[in-house]
């Protein structure tokens, strides 16, 4: 069962300078850098209450991020949802005709389990499914 809004996921092109401007903004120190290889992607977290927003630098060209801001720009990459059951929330959302990047959770920071649904079934918004 999907519970609330886990994060926020932003794609940025220079991670330490979007930190810096997160950590004015909020008033908030972010975690440390972390490099997640699957995605080839540096994250860093800040946590605002119960919800957190993860800035996402891309590491390589091939990075699905590097690809997005190529694409689209910096900005909003996608949002996540808490489950306290992703493998019962994917097969949900599957029968239910919505398109799953990741039929199966992988491991994604902080050792969450993560799936991503595809933004074609989703009004263009990439969502993730993650749980903790
Ligand atoms: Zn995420």
Same mark, same amino acid.
Request: aromatic share 6%; glycine share 6%; hydrophobic share 35%.
């Given at each position: ?8 996921? &932003? ?24 490099? %997640? ?10 946590? &605002? ?29 996608? &949002? ?33 389990? &993560?799936?991503? %649904? ?15």
């Amino acid at each position: 069962m999907i519970s609330k809004i886990s994060h926020l996921g &932003i794609a940025v092109k220079d991670l330490k300078s979007a930190a810096e401007t997160y950590r004015k903004l909020l008033q908030s120190e972010p975690s440390e850098m972390e490099f %997640v290889a699957e995605q080839k992607v540096n994250v860093v977290k800040f946590k &605002i209450g119960e919800s957190t927003i993860e800035l996402l630098e891309g590491t390589s060209p091939d990075s699905p991020i590097s690809k997005f801001i190529e694409k689209r720009g910096e900005g909003i990459h996608h &949002i996540a949802y808490e489950s306290d059951d992703v493998r019962t929330d994917l097969k949900r959302l599957d029968e239910n005709g919505f398109e799953l990047i990741n039929k199966e959770p992988r491991t994604g920071s902080d050792n969450m389990l &993560i799936a991503f %649904v595809n933004p074609k079934s989703v009004g263009s918004v990439l969502t993730e499914i993650c749980q903790h």
